[in-house]
């Protein structure tokens, strides 16, 4: 009797070791981005989201490794080979157009699901936006190429406006094709522009203090994730020089900017996770078609209006999709 008991208590000590030992893996997601952690929290959540929806819950049955680059795109290649040789299960690069190039060169083996602005059959990272092909599909925003929309903007809400002032990245791919979209318009009406270029601290003091020298009358500040990590600095500085200005994304507006134009980001961002979570569960990437935006948010801050003296015109509010007051 003792010796069956021994063996019966030692089978039923064993049984549970064994079956966990059977459980899959949680399988992890490589998580890149241009941006900061601190000015995705609204996409980054939209993203679990996504994922949440294709039945993955973050810290229960999936795992995601985040890097932020904070707007210095040499960190980039570093993070991806980190990521690839972790090899997780999908690899995600987001934050502008230089995460995704460099999530799509990182690897030919694992899935890769990008998030750009700008077109990504041009850029070479799919072969077309309906079959991409290879082990990459995504999303693009096409915030990059709205800069000529953001500029007719700026003109309506402050007409007449002697030198509008243009922020630019000038280590940010899109940034040449940016200034070239903006040429047109600005001849079309005679407007003067001014261009400061920025890719660190140093250079971003440098080019607002360049502002405040040539008398610039309002700002653009064109798509770029170095911007999105400046964000308050930026939008500081304009209101404490009394520029209008206007932004890509509605966190500018919400964090005290006059005007934003842009899609809307968190839309893109959940059907991101979404596709993780069906590449998850065994799709092809070649067979997810590439996202494009269906939503574009435009925000007007009535309040920081008010501050600078302007009166927004009717048209402008009737356009507008959220007024902040």
């Not at 949440?52 to 960190?75: H, L, M, P, S």
Request: without cysteine.
């Amino acid at each position: 009797m003792r010796r069956r008991d021994l063996i019966f208590v030692g089978a039923a000590a064993i049984w549970p070791l064994a079956a966990r030992a059977q459980q899959p893996a949680v399988p992890v997601v490589g998580f890149m981005s241009g941006r900061s952690e601190e000015d995705s929290a609204r996409v980054a959540s939209a993203f679990r989201q996504g994922l949440a929806d294709a039945g993955f819950i973050e810290g229960q049955t999936v795992k995601i490794e985040y890097r932020w680059a904070n707007g210095d795109y040499d960190r980039l290649p570093a993070f991806a080979a980190d990521l690839v040789n972790r090899k997780v299960a999908v690899l995600v690069g987001v934050g502008g157009d230089v995460s995704a190039a460099v999530a799509a060169k990182a690897t030919k083996t694992i899935p890769v699901v990008f998030g750009m602005g700008s077109d990504p059959v041009k850029a070479g990272l799919v072969a077309s936006f309906n079959r991409p092909g290879g082990n990459i599909t995504g999303f693009t925003l096409w915030t990059n190429e709205m800069e000529s929309k953001r500029l007719g903007l700026l003109r309506e809400l402050v007409p007449g406006v002697p030198l509008i002032g243009i922020l630019v990245n000038p280590r940010f791919p899109p940034t040449e094709q940016e200034l070239l979209d903006l040429e047109p318009p600005a001849k079309a009406v005679n407007q003067p522009l001014f261009v400061a270029r920025a890719n660190d601290d140093a250079e971003l003091e440098a080019a607002l203090a360049s502002f405040v020298d040539h008398h610039v009358g309002a700002l653009l500040v064109t798509a770029a994730p170095f911007f999105d990590t400046r964000l308050n600095r930026i939008v500081g500085f304009a209101a404490q020089k009394r520029l209008p200005a206007i932004y890509q994304f509605r966190e500018y507006a919400v964090a005290g900017g006059l005007i934003s134009y842009g899609p809307n980001v968190a839309e893109s961002y959940k059907d991101a996770g979404s596709y993780v979570g069906g590449i998850l569960k065994g799709e092809k990437p070649a067979d997810l078609p590439v996202t494009q935006p269906t939503k574009f948010d435009f925000l007007i801050n009535l309040k920081a209006a008010k501050t600078l003296g302007l009166t927004v015109p009717p048209t402008l509010l009737a356009e507008a999709g959220e007024v902040i007051e």
